[in-house]
């Protein structure tokens, strides 16, 4: 059995966690599928990517609101396809390429599950290695989620892992979900084309985000998509390329494809990890500390497979502090996840930090709430912008920021001044009143925002 000081799991963030600092140390990468993550391959960058030409798409579609004569002929789907992953696959093979020829680092490409503390042992195409460490970081990370109508069908379906290397864009789309994954994929195909619907199981998209935020999303879309909210899929039937899903209100959806973004499971369930004696949450998650740790002696965890909110800069975080506690063991790191931004890159893009004004009735706390509209301010003038607005949430009397959301251009972007104020704890009114703020570029409803709060 070959031994290693330190053997991580997942070449998503995990592989992060390795710097020059370990080139000291006998190191091991077990990767199943692919370098660089979800993130890299299927996830945040190429979505992105395809969102961005979608936006892009729609912009020509709307050209006549600013005067200018437009017409959009196509996307080209295989074109945009290809430019996406021909850079990001090179991308990911370079990652690859990078730690085999390290020099103090071996990959194992293959799956590792526990077979005791400290123990691995990896399926490789020539058979199964045993290999044992010294130290352990689990960074398996999460896959798709799906019903169980779905697999029990036995027809074929689209994942976020798969659909964005389809050949073509669908006539027909079926989007099974509501949530942001749902949202941005649906904005992508719907315009390279496809017709779409979403069926989602509860009454509005984007539920988790704040309720102006979900209502507003919610009735924008219904325009473009064909929305069955309040609905569950019940079976799927029909053949390939021809679907036919029934809902529980017995009403049906024809489509030619599938997507299902139903939300994610952690791999835990995959590693065995009984064995180690690494407790999980209810829905999976490992069990870590503040610091990471497992409850195993030596294993740390980070990324999806452990967090709680399963976003790619958190697991970045997560990877700094694991790298840290690694080789500090006595002056430990820790991840702070509770002010965490979030966007989702719809039309009109979704930007959210903090608390919701719903989980602030919910938990019985005090707040002032102070909002302004993208038409109020020159810049949106300028955009013709008649849907964006920005709501910030305080707390009474210290005017300290309890949350901020935005909907509409750039609201990703706009979001950072109230991020780093939340962080740096600067109140609403000194973020007001003491920096200058651009006229007339849209930050001008950041402000706008904060002044009403009337603190």
Known sequence: ??????????????NAVIDESFAGLDVAVVEEKWFGGTCLNAGCIPSKMLA?????????????????DAELRAVRWRELRDRVFGRLDADREEGRRGRVESGFVTVYEGRAHFT??????????DGALDISAEQIVVAAGGRPLVPAPVAASGLPYETSDTVMRVDAPPRRLAVLGGGYIAAEL?????????????????????GPQ????????????????????????????????ALRLTLDDGSTVEADMLLVAAGRVPNSDR??????????????????????????????ALGDICTPVQLKHVANREAEV?????????????????????AVFTRPQIASVGATEQDCRDRGVDYLAGTARYADVAYGWAMEDATGFCKVLAEPGTGRLLGAHLMGPQAPTLIQPLV????????????????????????????????????
């Open 116 to 125: 005791g503390p400290g123990q691995l042992r990896i399926g490789l195409p």
């Open 210 to 241: 704040d309720e102006t935020v979900a209502e507003r999303f919610t009735e924008l879309v219904r325009s473009r998509y064909d929305l069955r909210l309040g609905r569950e899929v019940t079976t799927v039937g029909g053949r390939p390329g």
């Open 420 to 455: 780093l104020a939340m962080a740096l704890g600067t109140d609403a009114s000194t973020l007001a009143r003491a920096p200058y703020w651009i006229h007339p570029a849209l930050t001008e409803v950041v402000e706008n925002a904060l002044l009403d709060l009337g603190l």
């Open 52 to 68: 961005y030409a979608a936006h892009v798409a729609e912009t020509v579609r709307g050209a006549g609101t600013y005067d200018v």
């Open 186 to 206: 649906a904005e992508v195909f719907a315009a390279a084309g496809s017709s779409v619907v979403i069926v989602e199981k509860e009454d509005r998209l984007l």
């Open 1 to 14: 059995m070959r031994h290693h000081d330190l053997v991580v799991i997942g070449a998503g963030s995990g």
């Open 271 to 300: 590693l065995n990890l009984e064995a180690a004696g690494i407790r999980t949450h209810d829905d999976g998650r490992i069990v870590v500390d503040a610091h990471q740790r497992t409850t195993a002696d030596g294993v740390f």
């Open 322 to 342: 694991v790298s840290h506690n690694l080789r500090h063991p006595h002056d430990l790191a820790s991840a702070d996840h509770g002010n965490v931004p979030a």
